[in-house]
């Protein structure tokens, strides 16, 4: 068990992966992890995909195509064997080679883009799952440390003066731009980084949800460096 993990009250740590399924969402917990000290060469895979867009979206077949020393084929089965574990369970993984994401910069008061800390939101009863083989790992906050940047008051007056609508559609002008999304860590927040190899589930905002949903952002990629991650 990885004690950094098993130490957060936000964390729940578990030892495989139908205990990663099995396992819900309670009072502080909504983040789920499976720790995993993976064999294989991920960074020979990574190396060896074709970037054709900024997020590139790989294939089983692309996987499979390609020309692998021992450490580099042990790396791509347990990549596939995690795709057909989560895609048994009706979802849809989607293994990325990642250069960078989109940034929003269409307003300098609010961030809104992914790498801001921000939830998930879903009509429909979900969990976002993600492990990243490769690169730099995202962050989490326990929602005691962050604040929702459409409360604090100057970025909330600025939105107010960005709406030009009827009377009492201010709020639901916030969900359909998404600001209310967003969050900024308090003083002192301790961010936990997600790490390399380790299998997550994280509580997404849907109607039937019991917990808050995990706050979370993508990182700053590593300079010269691709990111290979699974998420769904």
Request: aromatic share 10%; charged share 25%.
């Amino acid at each position: 068990m990885n004690s950094k993990f098993a130490n957060s009250s936000q964390v729940g740590v578990v030892s495989s992966f139908e205990a990663l399924i099995d396992m819900e969402f309670r009072g502080s917990i909504n983040a789920i992890c499976w720790p995993r000290d993976l064999t294989g060469d991920f960074k020979e895979v990574a190396s060896k995909l074709q970037l054709k867009e900024n997020v590139t979206e790989i294939t089983v077949e692309e996987l499979l195509s390609l020309t692998l020393s021992a450490e580099g084929a042990m790396a791509r089965i347990t990549i596939l064997e995690d795709l057909k574990f989560l895609g048994a369970l009706g979802l849809s993984p989607v293994l990325n080679l990642l250069k960078s994401y989109e940034r929003d910069e269409a307003f300098d008061f609010i961030s809104t883009d992914v790498y801001s800390y921000h939830v998930d939101r879903s009509p429909v009863a979900t969990d976002t799952f993600l492990c990243t083989y490769y690169g730099a790992a995202s962050d989490i906050l326990p929602n005691d440390q962050v604040e929702q940047q459409i409360l604090i008051p100057e970025i909330r007056q600025k939105l107010l003066d960005l709406f030009d609508g009827p009377d009492g559609g201010f709020e639901s002008f916030l969900k359909e731009y998404f600001f209310d999304l967003h969050y900024r860590p308090k003083p002192h927040a301790t961010p936990l980084n997600l790490g390399l190899g380790h299998l997550w589930k994280l509580a997404v905002d849907h109607p039937e949800q019991q917990v808050l949903p995990c706050v979370h952002r993508a990182p700053q990629e590593n300079e010269g460096e691709y990111r290979l991650l699974l998420i769904c």
